[in-house]
């Protein structure tokens, strides 16, 4: 599929259930739950989107980081929909089996925003809550201030607002913990050495969690990770911010409307604490930021209890 993305990618224009190729990722985790689980694919522009669903009620986005997919909500998606949501998670572009554009122009976040902007109206609503965690979250905030009118509340999970993030990688302090930005950024070299040691480098991010993740679990990331273009699609977000002008990047932020929680495990190797609070110009409608003390930067694996919970509680 060609880099360039279309221009109305509003138009969403269907949705359509098919069987997953990684049915042993789906099946095994679905099979046993209160809730039936489904899965679909829409067509959101020139990009196609993977996504599981359950439940029905208020419309509300989960949107995964690096280097998970879908999956990375899987002790999410049961809980929220027995509250009452019709909860969604898409693979979002260039990940699993959604699109994977080539070319890293194709991954600048503004592009990364349309597409869910477009999925939530291809799933047939006109506004969702939305949760987003690590990239998932960057994207999240991008979807609340370049369209407004989709995003009904906003949960950030680990991930900075732009601005406080672009302000962090001045500090030495968070620029190394951020050093895998610009590795990724490195044109070629990544995609060689991320499927070295059965894909050791993209495991490392995932070692911090408490408690590990299981073999069985890191063998679906593995799946999902060898899909054909996903390594090089998943790196790409990397590089497209990476090479936009910091200057321009700053020049379109805006306030966003939305009420907004951020929940922060402060156990985070990769963003530093002092990165959870937006400024309040940014984000005048900031409910709170709730800070999870004995939690890494997977805090939605590691107090998934406590997460679901505060989730529920913020969208009811």
């Known amino acids: 599929m060609g880099s360039q993305q279309g221009n109305d990618t509003s138009a969403a224009s269907s949705v359509s259930v098919a069987p997953n190729p990684l049915s042993d990722t789906f099946t095994s985790l679905m099979a046993d739950g209160p809730i039936e689980v489904r899965e679909g694919y829409a067509d959101v522009g020139d990009q196609t989107l993977h996504y599981v669903e359950a439940g029905d009620g208020p419309l509300l986005v989960l949107l995964h980081g690096f280097p998970e997919f879908w999956f990375g909500w899987r002790l999410q998606i049961q809980p929220l929909a027995a509250a009452g949501f019709r909860v969604v998670a898409p693979d979002t572009r260039g990940y699993n089996l959604s699109s994977k554009p080539e070319g890293f122009e194709a991954y600048g976040v503004d592009l990364l925003a349309d597409d869910i902007r477009g999925f939530i109206g291809a799933l047939g609503a006109e506004s969702a809550h939305l ?38 990688l001045h500090h030495p302090s ?63 977000y990397y590089r497209a911010s990476v090479r936009q002008s910091q200057k321009e990047a700053a020049a379109k932020l805006r306030p ?41 930067h997977w805090v939605h694996h590691d107090q998934a209890d406590r997460v679901n919970q505060l989730l529920i509680d913020f969208f009811h």
């Open 131 to 168: 949760v987003g965690h690590d990239w998932g979250g960057s994207i999240a905030w991008t979807v609340a201030m370049n369209h407004p009118e989709v995003v009904d509340r906003l949960a950030i999970l680990n991930a900075a607002h732009p601005r406080r993030l672009s302000e962090g």
């Open 174 to 236: 968070q620029l190394r913990k951020s050093w895998y930005f610009f590795f990724f950024a490195t044109p070629g070299l990544p995609e060689d050495v991320v499927h070295a040691r059965d894909w050791h480098f993209f495991r490392h991010f995932l070692q911090d969690a408490n408690p590990p993740y299981t073999q069985q679990e890191i063998e679906r990331y593995i799946e999902a990770w060898s899909q054909p273009g996903a390594a090089a699609g998943m790196i790409n």
């Open 256 to 296: 966003l409307s939305a009420s907004t929680l951020v929940i922060w495990g402060e156990n985070d190797s990769y963003l530093g604490s002092e990165l959870a609070e937006p400024d309040r110009e940014d984000v005048p409608n900031l409910d709170r930021v709730e800070r999870l003390p004995d939690a890494s």
